[in-house]
């Protein structure tokens, strides 16, 4: 006789776990990383194998030793974090920082706040900050692009088009479809707009994002920036330009979407977006900082929680007031 069984909603499920989610982004981020290695060689493996490695192995630790928690390195979001903390990273960055920075993502940004789901602020971004405001000079020193290289502390450096934009204007910048496709220096995932692009194409198709956050942010700093071009192109830069240059294009698609720090509903996705773009523009043409995309990304986590409060969609059965 078959037996009636009587469970509480949801009843249908769709497959989606931690780890299938986590995992469709590490595919995702495979072509930017193909195109680092091929641009900065040896130097763009070594930064992020030892990114990913002590993000596991600090996550391990702090679990087993500390919070004495059963190990959850295999829903794969310290890879993850790994990942995209390496992504954000000179390639001729020493290692021993970017064991700080790990140790920074994971024991500060994450399992200090009770681990996935609780952290307030994008992990990544958190041990990426860090690193800049306590070592300016080696984050912000850029190896110039040299095909499958095996320099690795000692490769040749050069200034990257937000730092050019800095320092001389519009003048003297790449070509945009340089830009485009990665030739140009910078943090080694950030520099392939079309890598990245393809990945968000993947994540969208494979609905682990939805559109709102990466469009709204794009779309916001591409008509801020063109306002001001338009009020003066001598001074300010092609909106085009800051599409395809810093990281705005990785932030928008990869860390912007995180689950845990970005609001819930569509509207307010799209109210977070738009106060990235606009926090973004403003610090990379007004700002001391050539880059402003992790300090908009951290500064809309902390807002989330207001967004999330304000703009939520109606419960079911709801009445309109």
């Known amino acids: 006789m078959n037996k009636l069984i009587v469970a509480p909603a949801p009843h249908v499920h769709s497959g989606d776990s931690v780890r299938k989610n986590m995992l469709n982004v590490i595919i995702a981020l495979i072509p930017a990383y193909l195109v680092s290695l091929y641009f900065f060689g040896l130097g763009a493996f070594i930064v992020s194998a030892t990114a990913v490695v002590s993000c596991v192995v600090f996550e391990y630790l702090i679990q087993r030793f500390i919070c004495k928690q059963k190990s959850s390195i295999g829903d794969l979001s310290a890879v993850l974090t790994g990942m995209l903390l390496g992504f954000n990273l000179p390639s001729n960055l020493p290692v021993w920082m970017v064991v700080v920075g790990a140790l920074v993502a994971i024991g500060v940004a994450k399992m200090s706040f009770g681990g996935l789901g609780n952290n307030l602020f994008n992990p990544a971004l958190v041990g990426r900050v860090f690193l800049l405001i306590s070592f300016p000079a080696p984050m912000t020193t850029w190896p110039t692009p040299s095909p499958m290289t095996m320099n690795y502390l000692d490769a040749q450096t050069a200034a990257t088009p937000l730092s050019l934009m800095k320092e001389k204007g519009t003048e003297a910048l790449p070509a945009l479809w340089d830009m485009f496709i990665g030739n140009m220096g910078g943090s080694l995932g950030e520099v392939s707009a079309l890598a990245l692009l393809i990945g968000g194409i993947y994540l969208i198709a494979t609905k682990t ?6 469009v709204s942010v794009l779309l916001t700093a591409f008509v801020f920036s063109g306002i001001l071009w338009l009020v003066d192109g001598t001074v300010y830069a092609n909106p085009m330009v800051h599409l395809l240059t810093g990281g705005l ?8 979407t995180d689950y845990v720090t970005s609001p819930m509903s569509p509207l307010g996705q799209l109210v977070y977006g738009v106060g990235i773009g606009i926090i973004t523009i403003v610090i990379r043409v007004f ?18 929680p207001l967004i999330n409060m304000y703009i939520h969609p109606k419960r079911f059965g709801e009445n309109k007031k």
Do not use: D, K, Q
């Open 209 to 214: 994002i939805t559109w709102h956050i990466p």
């Open 249 to 256: 294009m990785l932030g928008a698609i990869f860390m912007a």
């Open 287 to 304: 700002g001391s900082y050539p880059e402003g995309m992790s300090f908009a990304i951290l500064i809309m986590n902390a807002a989330t």
